[in-house]
């Protein structure tokens, strides 16, 4: 096991598993650990501690969190886990009883002074640095800008509340300087998240702040329009479709923020939404979006959606396979539903056989593949804005348009793009594309540079 001598500056590991959300939890304590002096580094041999951000929503994510601290105590020995599984330390300790602390989402002092305990920092002022924009788990041309903790729904599937707390909005004057250092350290998009990216401010009864000068509320529509300021792409996540996001599409269509929504909507039966007991249930859904997309026509949506919930029957799922095809959904995920322990939904009736949710989930991906399929050959032989990933040796550069989020949705390959430039933004122009993605080529000049 790697030793730490008084000379040497302590290292720590990191694995951060999860959501986004979870990712910028990572990046805090990450960026608080470098103020303080340790060196992060990449391999568990490396490595004198090994700290892992869990997820624990459902039972897929949990064994995936469990199996990561095995790992890292067989590989390093010095373990400390946190995050959202950490709510649940007793499931944590039957599992692996020689980690040395468990700490639960959002408790970055507890991280660190844990991390202290166990290996206490070298203090040296002249080296104790941090890049602007702190400590990043994404590349130099994106970030998660997280505006808010919690949740106030009571969606009978999901323990977020409980492990995360009631909707704790940042203030947006908070919220606007850190997008202004990321902007300043290079990232060209800023991807808002938060457990209800709609409900932002309404905890604090939306509060103005001072930015530049003048007063912001700390309400969505507020921040969209100061963050389109920046000069950088701003993607919306997490928004429930509530009335006042027409607003939000409004600026969407003027060009301020992208023409990106990703919305939660998780089903498209009426009777199975109020069994979930989920937000806005009540809502014309399908009016709604008509209306989103008769505001801006460019509009992409994302979505999430569940299959096979206690009391899902087959007219229920067929009516969600027509709101697919009604909506003209861009991008979907989807999963089966599965019981998570403290969940309102284990009591109730009628649980659907696990044959008949993978079934479901089958026809799902095979349904929403044939629009994705079809709404992607539309784009052929347009010309659009690329922003640039990465470069493959073989394949060129890979991107996203301004339709595409990165790790969740499709890409972009531009063949002919081998002399781009990661973080860069171009005009490319579409030849191709497949159920996921889209292929293109940029023209450039002999003497490019």
């Known amino acids: 096991m790697p030793q730490t001598t008084q000379s040497q500056v302590p290292r720590v590991g990191f694995v951060s598993l999860g959501c986004p959300k979870a990712l910028v939890d990572s990046e805090r304590i990450l960026s608080q650990l470098r103020v303080e002096g340790y060196a992060i580094v990449g391999g568990y041999a490396d490595a004198d501690l090994v700290v892992v951000n869990t997820c624990g929503f459902i039972d897929a994510a949990v064994e995936e969190s469990l199996d990561a601290i095995g790992e ?19 499931v944590v300790e039957a599992a692996h009883p ?42 130099r041309h994106y970030a998660y800008l997280k505006i808010a903790e919690g949740c106030n729904h009571k969606c009978r599937f999901c323990i977020i509340p409980s492990m995360r707390g009631l909707l704790a909005s940042r203030p947006v004057g ?58 950088v792409w701003v993607r919306m996540h997490y928004v429930y479709p509530y009335p006042h996001v027409d607003k939000l599409v409004e600026l969407m269509a003027e060009g301020t923020i992208l023409p990106y929504l990703d919305v939660p909507f998780q089903h ?30 460019d509009l992409a949506l994302r979505s999430t959606f569940m ?25 979907a995920g989807c999963f089966e539903y599965s019981a998570v322990d403290g969940a309102s939904a284990n009591d109730l009736p009628d649980a659907v056989p696990d044959t008949v949710k993978a079934e479901r989930l089958e026809r799902f991906m095979a349904h929403q593949s044939a ?60 030849d191709d594309a497949d159920e996921h993605d889209l292929y293109a080529h940029v023209s450039l000049d002999d003497d490019w540079d």
């Open 98 to 139: 020689q980690v040395l602390a468990v700490t639960g989402p959002q408790r970055y002092e507890e991280v660190l002074d844990a991390v202290h305990t166990y290996l206490p920092p070298r203090r040296d002022p002249f080296t104790d640095l941090l890049p602007p924009g702190g400590l990043k788990l994404t590349p």
């Open 174 to 231: 908070d919220v606007l300087r850190e997008a202004e250092a990321l902007v300043s350290a290079g990232v060209r998009e800023l991807l808002v998240i938060s457990q209800d990216t709609s409900a932002y401010g309404s905890d604090i009864k939306f509060k103005p702040d001072l930015w530049r000068g003048g007063l912001v509320r700390s309400h969505v529509q507020d921040l969209a329009r100061a963050l389109g300021q920046l000069g």
């Open 307 to 331: 299959v096979g919930f206690p009391g899902e029957t087959e007219r229920d799922f067929e009516i969600l396979l027509d709101f697919l095809t009604e909506a003209q959904i861009d991008r």
């Open 371 to 430: 629009i994705s399929t079809a709404r992607l050959a539309t784009k052929v032989g347009l010309s659009m804005p690329v922003i640039v990933d990465e470069i493959d040796d073989e394949l060129g550069a890979i991107g996203r348009t301004e339709a595409n989020a990165p790790e969740v949705d499709g890409q972009v390959i531009i063949t002919d793009g081998h002399l781009l430039t990661p973080g860069e933004i171009v005009e490319a122009t579409i």
């Open 72 to 90: 890292a105590l067989n590989e390093n020995g010095k373990v400390i886990v946190t995050g959202c599984l950490g709510a649940k330390p007793g």
């Open 268 to 297: 498209g039966s009426a009777d199975v939404l109020e069994a979930m007991r989920r937000p806005a249930h009540a809502e014309n859904t399908l009016a709604r979006v008509s209306k989103w997309r008769e505001i801006c026509p």
